[in-house]
């Protein structure tokens, strides 16, 4: 609907019923849409407990950044992803072009254990350009000092990598 108002009360009544009789359409239009409808197909699929793991690897597919972004928000929102998922994060943040979707994979590799999100962070600091950006060492320093509460010794041995000073 063009009226945001229609579109936050949807996707209200979608999180009170969380009917699983809409994923189908819900996925079509994640899929076939880009912009605020391909965004809030995404949310709405959330809301309703469709978004899974199939359906997350999918989406940091799409070709919307801000569908990718919230994929990754999403992911992270556990605290902890299997390890294919782990993977394709850190894949993500090796080529992802969009800076704000690289800035929400930092934090969300603060919020994941060290041997997911350390990886991230590494992969993330190889984009160079993301130097001169006034949020994203700041974010890659943030998700680094979160490890080293939960994780000292994994973040040493991070350190102590020798491929991570040559990136």
């Known amino acids: 609907h063009g009226n945001r108002w229609h579109r936050q009360t ?3 009544l979608l999180a009170d019923r969380r ?3 809409v994923l189908p359409l819900l996925r079509t239009m994640l899929d076939e849409h880009t912009g605020q409808t391909s965004l809030e197909a995404l949310w709405a699929i959330h809301l309703c407990g469709g978004f899974d793991e199939s359906l997350a690897l999918h989406a940091l597919d799409h070709a919307d950044a801000h569908v990718r972004l919230w994929s ?3 992911l992270a929102d556990g605290a902890s992803v299997s390890a294919a998922v782990a993977a394709r994060l850190r894949a993500l943040a090796t080529t992802e072009p969009d800076v704000a979707t690289r800035v929400q994979l930092a934090a969300s590799a603060r919020r994941l ?5 350390l990886p991230i962070v590494a992969a993330l600091a190889a984009h160079a ?13 943030w ?8 994780d000292a010794d994994a973040v040493l041995a991070w ?3 020798a491929s991570l000073r040559a990136a």
């Open 143 to 150: 998700a680094v000092e979160a490890q080293c509460e939960r």
């Open 72 to 74: 990754v928000r999403l």
């Open 19 to 21: 009917d699983r009789s």
């Open 159 to 161: 350190f102590a990598d």
């Open 113 to 117: 254990p060290a041997a997911q999100g």
């Open 10 to 12: 949807a996707l209200r």
């Open 129 to 141: 350009g993301d130097l001169v950006d006034p949020f994203q060492p700041l974010m890659l320093w």
